[in-house]
């Protein structure tokens, strides 16, 4: 069965940082490229960043460009999302999901998610 | 960046209806489209990918298909199990962008 577990979420100040993790299974993690999405409270699916399986590869949203870096870890089937200066606006409770076999950019398995409160 | 529009925003409708949610690309997008489905509490699960693909384990009452600027998701008879709320995802370009989404409740 395939997991992805996420963690590192939690209450910071504005201005602050906070890295996510996410601790995958049950899938060859190194062959697969990886995403973190995040949600806002009510809100709808915003996709945050992308790497692939070999991390020569990143995107990110314009909103969190140079704020944010994903890596990953292959040895340790781990993914990242170092966060600096966080604002209100990153609110939100943060996925990790894995990309397809075959459609690398479609999202066939998410992790539980992580939130992550941006507040003074 | 590619916009994505759903219509409508919400829906009601009832066990064994057919419900048809559009979605729209603010260009060409081939078939880089996807659809997932997203309960309250719970985490996305992806129903469609390439635009009519079928995800392995989704059930076969869903089917999408489109291509370019416009495509739809079907239910062909809405199941209880089906209120919840439907993203499209286009991957054809970075950034990655979903729709608003649908929320299908009850009639």
């Known amino acids: 069965e395939e997991q992805l577990v996420g963690s590192g979420g939690g209450l910071v100040q504005p201005g602050g940082s906070l890295r996510l993790s996410c601790a995958v299974s049950?899938?060859?993690?190194?062959?697969?490229?990886m995403n973190w999405v995040r949600q806002a409270p009510g809100e709808g699916l915003e996709w945050v960043s992308y790497i692939s399986s070999s991390s020569s590869v990143t995107y990110y949203a314009d909103s969190v460009r140079g704020r944010f870096t994903i890596s990953r870890d292959n040895s340790k089937k781990s993914l990242y999302l170092q966060m600096n200066n966080l604002r209100a606006e990153d609110t939100a409770v943060y996925f990790c999901a894995r990309g397809g076999a075959i459609a690398d950019r479609a999202m066939p398995t998410w992790g539980q998610g992580t939130l992550v409160i941006v507040s003074s | 960046d590619i916009q994505m529009t759903q219509s409508p925003s919400s829906l009601s409708a009832s066990v064994g209806d057919r419900v048809t949610i559009t979605c729209r690309a603010s260009?060409?997008?081939?078939?880089?489209l996807a659809w997932y489905q997203q309960k309250p509490g719970k985490v996305p699960e992806l129903l469609i990918y390439a635009a009519s693909t079928l995800q392995t384990g989704a059930a076969s009452r869903f089917s999408g298909s489109g291509s370019g600027t416009d495509f739809t998701l079907t239910i062909s008879s809405l199941q209880p199990e089906d209120f919840a709320t439907y993203y499209c995802?286009?991957?054809?370009?970075?950034?990655?962008?979903f729709g608003p989404g649908t929320k299908v409740d009850v009639k």
């Open positions: 995802q286009q991957y054809d370009s970075d950034p990655i962008t």
């Open positions: 049950g899938f060859p993690f190194s062959s697969r490229s």
């Open positions: 260009q060409g997008i081939s078939n880089y």
